[in-house]
């Protein structure tokens, strides 16, 4: 394993959290982690009634922190939760002695999930969403351990020993990125807004759910489209619309990025545009993988995040994917007797699925038909709906 993707993990206990939802946690970091090329050797869990104001974990929990980060050779501490630039500065500066060249890069959850978007980004909207969002987060954090600016640039590599200037220099030009970043931005909405005002006549449905439960392979069997689908978190960020037709009635189908704990502020806000294909939407297709065990948990992390957007009131069918491997961990699976325990968490529309096996599609089809015939008429009250022979699908 290549020195430079080693890591060390770092999660607190605060509150109620216990230590199973810590590892829990630590199991997500870890995962985000690979995903963006770097791979934890170790965890550190500490329970502190609140975060060191200074060193976010406490002076001797850290000292232990960089024991192994130097014992490992790690090239990353990584903390699940996010660090205020003071911490951040102050926490570099006890992995990276005075006088040498940095070595050890520090990341917080935020940053480390602005990392990946970087890396999935591929439209122009979403790269210039995501830019915003890594320069907003960047501005009152520089340090001398920051290499984004030089990808920006062009360059390679970490400065090494960037002094007080450079970083005055370096917030100047983010400054003036964000500015910049912003009117690009505004320029793309309203072309966006053009576009969605030409489908105010078209029912709209739209995908949601934790990231990496399946959605992209969904939207595949739903559209017959190709749209990229990877056991990789955050596989897709740019939002994907295609035109499906069921029972001679088309709608728009979207799938957008995946919902996570902790969802740093500042990409929601940039990505406030592409959620609008949410918000905007008739019909949510709530995916969840079925088969985690902390599923629960995940899907009232997606039910707050709708909510905190402006699409908490929206219809919502929920498909619980990956019922295959639920049948394999448990044997026999009582399907009914399940969806009852779901219609008591609030989900009126129940539906259990394995996109990999194609199991229950044609029932998933049949409720999406139904919600989208009904919302069909109201728009053309007029329209007969022909009878479906299902036989195709």
């Not at 709608?251 to 502020?265: A, E, W």
């Not at 995916?287 to 599923?295: E, K, L, M, R, T």
């Not at 129940?350 to 990999?356: D, I, L, R």
């Amino acid at each position: 394993m290549a020195e430079e993707k080693k890591a060390v993990l770092v999660a607190l206990i605060t509150g109620r959290t216990t230590p199973a939802e810590a590892e829990e946690y630590l199991d997500e970091l870890a995962f985000l982690a690979e995903t963006a090329g770097i791979y934890a050797q170790k965890r550190f869990v500490q329970r502190l009634e609140h975060p060191d104001v200074r060193t976010f974990v406490g002076k001797g929990k850290l000292d232990e922190i960089k024991q192994a980060v130097n014992a490992l050779g790690a090239r990353a501490l990584i903390f699940d939760d996010d660090l205020s630039p003071s911490q951040l500065r102050n926490i570099e500066r006890e992995m990276n002695p005075a006088g040498e060249e940095p070595r050890v890069r520090v990341y917080d959850r935020s940053l480390l999930i602005l990392d990946i978007f970087v890396m999935r980004a591929q439209t122009a909207q979403a790269r210039t969403q995501v830019q915003l969002a890594m320069n907003q987060y960047l501005l009152p954090r520089l340090t001398r351990m920051w290499t984004h600016l030089e990808r920006q640039r062009g360059g390679t590599g970490t400065r090494g020993g960037a002094g007080e200037k450079e970083i005055e220099t370096d917030r100047r030009i983010i400054k003036t990125q964000i500015a910049l970043l912003k009117e690009e931005l505004e320029k793309i909405d309203k072309q966006r807004i053009t576009q969605r005002k030409s489908r105010q006549n078209t029912v709209r449905v739209s995908l949601v759910g934790y990231t990496n439960v399946g959605k992209s392979t969904l939207m595949n069997l739903l559209s017959k489209a190709q749209v990229k689908a990877e056991d990789k978190l955050f596989a897709t960020v740019d939002a994907t619309v295609r035109k499906v037709v069921i029972g001679e009635i088309p709608f728009l189908l979207s799938d957008t990025v995946g919902f996570i704990r902790k969802l740093p502020h500042h990409l929601i806000e940039s990505f406030k545009s592409t959620l609008d294909e949410v918000r905007e939407a008739d019909l949510l297709l709530h995916v969840a993988d079925v088969a985690h065990p902390h599923h629960v948990h995940h899907m009232e992390v997606v039910k707050k995040t709708l909510a905190d957007i402006g699409a908490g009131h929206l219809p919502v069918v929920l498909v619980l994917n990956k019922v295959d491997l639920l049948k394999d961990q448990r044997g026999a699976v009582d399907t009914d007797e399940l969806a009852g325990y779901y219609r008591s968490l609030g989900y009126d529309q129940v539906v259990f699925v394995s996109a990999a096996t194609k199991e229950n599609i044609d029932r998933l089809r049949k409720m999406i038909y139904e919600d989208v015939r009904k919302k069909h008429l109201m728009i053309y009250p007029n329209y007969l709906a022909p009878v479906v022979d299902w036989s195709v699908y």
